[in-house]
Structures are given as structure tokens and as C-alpha cells.
């Protein structure tokens, strides 16, 4: 079986930075792709950043130059390091991972979430 944990979630005020990590862990034979997504109250889940297996990110318009993301391929961890965070910012932030394990093959596993809540 497969788990993906998040961690580093908290308040902080605007223009403040938080990182955030996500480690999978179990019977991974392989990892593709690791993600952020984020969701605030009301809206739909959207995509924040993802990282390949061999580094490529993509990033959403409202992050790209304040978010960075970033992996340790040997540990299957992923980190969001949110810098200049603004309001807007404020939603419950989900990892998730498309690994390949012994007993499932390729799935997308999520994590439990982890809220980040900027103030102004």
C-alpha cells in the first residue's frame, strides 16, 4: 500500500514564506509525477506545481515566480516552498503522487491535506 503525507501547513501573514513537504512511501517500484493542488472554501481543486521524475516542473499562472517546487527522487518527497504569500493564497494544499507500486501498478495517490492561511 501506498501513503502520501503533507506537512508544513500553518499561518503566516502576507508577503511571508511557508514550505511544505510531501513524502509517498510504501511498495514504490517507480514515481512519474508528484503535485500540489490546492483548494480554498468554495472552489474547485486546482493545480499549484508538479515535478517529474526527471526534474520538468510546470507551475499555475497565479504562483509561477513566488512558488518553487522541488524533489528528492531517492526519498519519493516533493517541496513547495511559497514565498511573497498573499490572501488569495489561503485554501487546504493536497499532494499527490502517480507512482507505480508492487500490488496496484500505476495509481494517483493524495494526501490528507494541509491548510495554509494567510493574513493580511
Known amino acids: 500500500q501506498v501513503q502520501v503525507v503533507e506537512s508544513g501547513g500553518g499561518l503566516v501573514q502576507a508577503g511571508g514564506s511557508l514550505r511544505l513537504s510531501c513524502a509517498a512511501s510504501g511498495s514504490i517500484v517507480t514515481r512519474n509525477l508528484m503535485g500540489w493542488y490546492r483548494q480554498a472554501p468554495g472552489k474547485q481543486r486546482e493545480l499549484v506545481a508538479s515535478i517529474n521524475s526527471g526534474g520538468s516542473t510546470n507551475y499555475a499562472d497565479s504562483v509561477k515566480g513566488r512558488f518553487t517546487i522541488s524533489s528528492d527522487n531517492a526519498k519519493n518527497t516533493v517541496y513547495l516552498q511559497l514565498n511573497s504569500l498573499k490572501v488569495e493564497d489561503t485554501a487546504v494544499y493536497y499532494c499527490?503522487?502517480?507512482?507505480?507500486?508492487?500490488?496496484?501498478?500505476?495509481?494517483?495517490?493524495w494526501g490528507q491535506g494541509t491548510q495554509v492561511t494567510v493574513s493580511s
Open positions: 499527490n503522487a502517480y507512482v507505480r507500486s508492487i500490488r496496484d501498478g500505476w495509481r494517483v495517490y
